[in-house]
């Protein structure tokens, strides 16, 4: 009789729970720790330019872009190594020698020289920007002229966009540089919007301080 009861009361328990209101958990991401903010001056006297980068980052010189070559030793990646970012910073002279990837019949890619002209650079960068438009829910750019007299464009993109943030600075006669927010994982907008939101102060002082060397 004990055990009939026994189990007529984990029955009844059972029925009871399979009547209780269920919560669905939110999903959640690991808490990322931000630093704080500080700033140091890169000005090599051989880099046509220079600017303030964040103390927590490193520039490495960039040997390879992808698959593709430096045109000349003026690349640099800004590496947040315990962000898990990376922002690369391509330099062309505008009117100087250019690389270009060439596809061939066979379906292989093989390097072909040109010269680097202003139109076709900001095309280009527009085009790097639009080849995330398949999976960006937004875009928006905005046009800025800094205090140091440094022009340019600066792309933000919504969505898991490759690279959310873009932008490119140049003096229209001489200089062109194109920056480009990277991460070494695959994009998430919710789990990397933090990290974006922190970078993009970042971007700003970079814009901000840059300035071309005469």
Same mark, same amino acid.
Not at 109 to 122: A, F, L, P, Q, W
């Given at each position: $009789?004990?055990?009939?009861?026994?189990?007529?009361?984990?029955?009844?328990? !059972?029925?009871?729970?399979?009547?209780?209101?269920?919560? =669905?958990?939110?999903?959640?991401?690991?808490n #990322?720790? /931000? +630093?704080?903010?500080?700033? /140091? /001056?890169?000005?090599? +006297?051989?880099?046509p330019?220079?600017?303030?980068y +964040? *103390?927590?980052?490193k #520039?490495?010189?960039? =040997?390879?872009?992808?698959?593709?070559?430096?045109?000349?030793?003026?690349?640099?990646?800004?590496?947040?190594v315990?962000?898990? *970012?990376k !922002?690369?910073?391509?330099?062309?002279?505008?009117?100087?020698?250019?690389l270009?990837?060439?596809?061939?019949?066979?379906?292989?890619?093989?390097?072909?020289?040109?010269i680097?002209?202003?139109?076709?650079?900001?095309?280009? &960068?527009?085009?790097l920007t639009?080849?995330?438009?398949?999976?960006?829910? =937004?875009?928006?750019?905005s046009?800025? @002229? %800094?205090?140091?007299?440094?022009?340019?464009? /600066?792309?933000?993109?919504?969505?898991?966009?490759? %690279?959310?943030?873009?932008?490119? $600075? @140049?003096?229209? %006669?001489?200089?062109?540089?194109?920056?480009?927010l990277?991460?070494? &994982?695959? +994009?998430?907008?919710? =789990?990397?919007?933090?990290?974006?939101?922190?970078?993009?102060?970042? #971007?700003?002082?970079?814009? &901000? @301080?840059?300035?071309?060397?005469?």
């Amino acid at each position: $009789m004990k055990f009939l009861h026994f189990c007529c009361l984990c029955i009844l328990y !059972i029925l009871l729970a399979c009547n209780s209101t269920y919560t =669905s958990k939110k999903t959640g991401y690991f808490n #990322i720790e /931000l +630093p704080e903010k500080k700033y /140091l /001056l890169f000005d090599e +006297p051989t880099m046509p330019y220079s600017f303030e980068y +964040p *103390a927590y980052a490193k #520039i490495i010189k960039d =040997s390879t872009y992808f698959d593709t070559n430096p045109e000349n030793d003026y690349w640099r990646n800004i590496d947040f190594v315990g962000l898990n *970012a990376k !922002i690369f910073l391509s330099y062309k002279k505008v009117g100087g020698k250019a690389l270009y990837k060439i596809k061939m019949h066979n379906g292989f890619y093989k390097d072909s020289v040109g010269i680097n002209v202003y139109d076709k650079m900001i095309n280009d &960068a527009f085009k790097l920007t639009n080849k995330n438009e398949d999976v960006a829910t =937004s875009k928006k750019d905005s046009l800025f @002229t %800094t205090a140091n007299n440094i022009g340019g464009l /600066l792309f933000k993109l919504g969505g898991n966009a490759a %690279t959310q943030r873009q932008f490119f $600075m @140049t003096d229209t %006669t001489k200089n062109f540089i194109r920056g480009a927010l990277y991460f070494y &994982a695959s +994009p998430n907008a919710d =789990s990397v919007k933090p990290v974006v939101d922190f970078l993009q102060k970042d #971007i700003d002082h970079l814009i &901000a @301080t840059f300035k071309w060397r005469k």
